[in-house]
């Protein structure tokens, strides 16, 4: 299975710390301070557990996402990906944690905004060519594991599918130990 239009959640610690609609102002921000590389904001701070505040880009879209009633920074890769799966994953990943790790220095802030660094939400954005099943599970599970050993430098880590069927396959990621995204960011430049 190619692993395509990919997305990874990375959770908030104190989720309610920093009011959702201050991240409007921090992605338009962004916006200006770039060179076209993002184009909008959505708002939809209105839907409980829904898609937060999301900021626009060709390549892929970021947002303060609250689906599942857990705040987190939802990275979905829009645009084709090279390399192999394992590859992919970890530019997914580290895409991610940039965008993270760049909030928690946002001096808007105030260093409210933490990495919960024990746990992601890996899924795949394609129901066609990856429906939410056993078997799918089993295809990517092994490239899966093997990248995530890896980035919770050897830490125990657990898989597991999402179960609803009419949901979009997604493999949440567990680890026993929790690290900031620094150290994370770090493992994944060594590879």
Request: net charge negative; with cysteine.
């Given at each position: 299975?190619?692993?395509?239009?990919?997305?990874?959640k990375w959770f908030v610690e104190h989720p309610n710390s920093v009011p959702l609609?201050?991240?409007?102002?921090?992605?338009?921000?962004?916006?200006q301070a770039t060179d076209g590389v993002y184009h909008d904001v959505a708002d939809?701070?209105?839907?409980?557990?829904?898609?937060?505040?999301?900021?626009?880009?060709?390549?892929?879209?970021?947002?303060?996402?609250?689906?599942?009633?857990?705040?987190?920074?939802?990275?979905?890769?829009?645009?084709?990906?090279?390399?192999?799966?394992?590859?992919?994953?970890?530019?997914?990943?580290?895409?991610?944690?940039?965008?993270?790790?760049?909030?928690?220095?946002?001096?808007?802030?105030?260093?409210?905004?933490?990495?919960?660094?024990?746990?992601?939400?890996?899924?795949?954005?394609?129901?066609?060519?990856?429906?939410?099943?056993?078997?799918?599970?089993?295809?990517?599970?092994?490239?899966?594991?093997?990248?995530?050993?890896?980035?919770?430098?050897?830490?125990?880590?657990?898989?597991?599918?999402?179960?609803?069927?009419?949901?979009?396959?997604?493999?949440?990621?567990?680890?026993?130990?929790?690290?900031?995204?620094?150290?994370?960011?770090?493992?994944?430049?060594?590879?």
């Amino acid at each position: 299975m190619e692993l395509q239009k990919l997305s990874v959640k990375w959770f908030v610690e104190h989720p309610n710390s920093v009011p959702l609609t201050d991240f409007i102002d921090i992605f338009h921000g962004w916006i200006q301070a770039t060179d076209g590389v993002y184009h909008d904001v959505a708002d939809y701070s209105h839907m409980h557990a829904g898609p937060g505040i999301v900021l626009v880009a060709n390549d892929a879209n970021v947002s303060i996402d609250e689906s599942d009633d857990r705040r987190g920074l939802l990275y979905s890769r829009k645009s084709p990906l090279s390399g192999s799966n394992q590859e992919r994953l970890r530019t997914v990943l580290r895409s991610g944690l940039e965008n993270f790790n760049k909030l928690e220095r946002e001096p808007k802030l105030s260093g409210k905004f933490k990495l919960l660094g024990d746990e992601a939400v890996i899924a795949i954005h394609d129901r066609l060519a990856s429906p939410n099943t056993d078997e799918s599970f089993a295809a990517v599970a092994p490239e899966i594991e093997a990248v995530a050993k890896n980035l919770f430098g050897g830490a125990e880590i657990s898989l597991a599918r999402e179960q609803d069927g009419r949901r979009k396959f997604a493999v949440r990621i567990k680890s026993s130990c929790s690290f900031s995204a620094e150290e994370l960011l770090d493992r994944l430049s060594k590879n």
